[in-house]
């Protein structure tokens, strides 16, 4: 059907304030200033802004160190453990755990996630169990995903965490798609995305970023720049000033953040969140920060940086920042890290352990969960797979698959 649009009508054009000149100049982004990074504590564990210190208890604060340690524990046991071919993949979040605490910590619990594949700390704030972790892992019965997923493909509906994705960068306009819905229902809540500064480069953050700015929607786009995109580093990734400037061109509000301060991270979290939910604004995140591990089980980072680079990083880590703060209120001593490390491992151990025992998901739920009634032809194909399996028995070790 075709309308006629009447010539009274008022077009919505948008458009900047313009002011003219009559230089002609080739503008350049050497031209402006680079986003200053903000932060609240040095990398001795030292306050540096008190007066924007966030208003968190020692018990909360406390309590996110026990998380960064035992997640880190949890990482070397499953890092260790896919070498010995008990799993057959996964991805560490060593040197990132900042990013996971403090902005985790800023949310509240509905509101909604979507994550990239290494904020497995957010999960461990939200509640996720150390046996959740395992079970997934092992894609065994008690799997959540029911083993359709690759280790580290996490999700929980009950902790409002979507499942992860391998795809690069297609939970951004998912999130926005959420957020509008979010908007649209006038729900006290907002959508947190993660995603590294890699995917920032992929065709789906376009549109993400800019439905969200055109259609005012309450989420919160959290990038955590850690160097590198698997093997790129950001000198090859982009030529701008990290990911945060290009909000300014969408329209959106951002900070720059240092992603090793759990509690800058916190306060920046914290006031996107207010933006996002209060006006139903985008605000775009960016936690500077650095991947000390591999970028997974299938990597090997010294075939493209040195050892020497790594090495230097690790003399400032979020964990090692926040320890340095606690004990220096005396919130932290060393017989309770040692206490603490020993008995995550042997928490962690006790969950891999018992994962590792528990069986397969049923071969039938291959066919389960895409319908509300499962239609004939996927009966048809059930049957036939069992049918198939049963008669060459000998060629197919499914004794480990619950029935």
């Known amino acids: 059907v075709l309308r006629r649009i009447s010539t009274s009508a008022t077009l919505a054009v948008s458009r900047p304030a313009q002011t003219f000149v009559t230089e002609l100049k080739v503008h350049s982004p050497r031209d402006n200033a680079i986003i200053p990074t903000f932060r609240v504590m040095d990398a001795g564990g030292k306050i540096v802004s008190p007066e924007t210190f966030p208003n968190v208890s020692d018990d909360m ?227 500077m920060t650095y991947r000390i591990g591999h970028h997974s089980t299938s990597d090997d980072s010294l075939k493209y940086r040195r050892s020497e680079e790594i090495d230097q990083h690790k003399v400032d880590t979020p964990i090692s920042r926040l320890n340095a703060f606690l004990s220096s209120k005396g919130l932290w001593t060393q017989e309770q890290e040692k206490t603490l490390i020993d008995s995550a491992r042997a928490e962690v151990l006790k969950e891999f352990t018992a994962a590792e025992a528990r069986s397969k998901p049923s071969l039938t739920e291959l066919f389960s969960d895409v319908y509300d009634v499962k239609p004939k032809h996927l009966e048809e194909q059930e049957q036939a797979l069992l049918a198939h399996i049963k008669e060459y028995a000998s060629e197919y070790p499914v004794g480990n698959y619950a029935k």
């Open 61 to 287: 604060v406390v309590d996110w160190y026990k998380k960064m340690v035992t997640l880190n524990v949890m990482d070397n046991i499953l890092f260790d453990s896919q070498r010995m071919g008990k799993i057959s993949f996964y991805m560490t979040n060593f040197g990132e755990e900042a990013t996971h605490m403090g902005s985790a910590a800023a949310l509240k619990a509905d509101d909604i996630i979507y994550a990239q594949y290494r904020e497995a700390g957010v999960l461990l704030y939200r509640g996720f169990k150390l046996s959740d972790f395992m079970n997934q892992c092992f894609s065994n019965t008690l799997d959540l995903g029911k083993g359709r997923q690759m280790p580290v493909h996490y999700g929980s509906n009950a902790l409002n965490f979507h499942t992860v994705s391998s795809p690069l960068a297609t939970q951004l306009p998912q999130a926005t798609g959420a957020a509008y819905a979010i908007k649209m229902r006038r729900e006290d809540r907002c959508v947190m995305c993660y995603f590294g500064e890699g995917a920032a480069s992929e065709g789906d953050a376009h549109p993400a970023f800019n439905f969200s700015a055109t259609l005012e929607c309450p989420v919160i786009f959290f990038c955590r720049n850690n160097g590198y995109a698997i093997s790129t580093p950001t000198s090859e990734q982009y030529r701008g000033d990290g990911i945060a400037s290009r909000a300014a061109g969408y329209g959106m509000d951002f900070i720059r953040v240092d992603g090793n301060d759990v509690f800058a991270v916190y306060a920046a979290t914290a006031a996107a969140r207010k933006l996002a939910v209060e006006q139903n604004r985008p605000v775009l995140v960016e936690a």
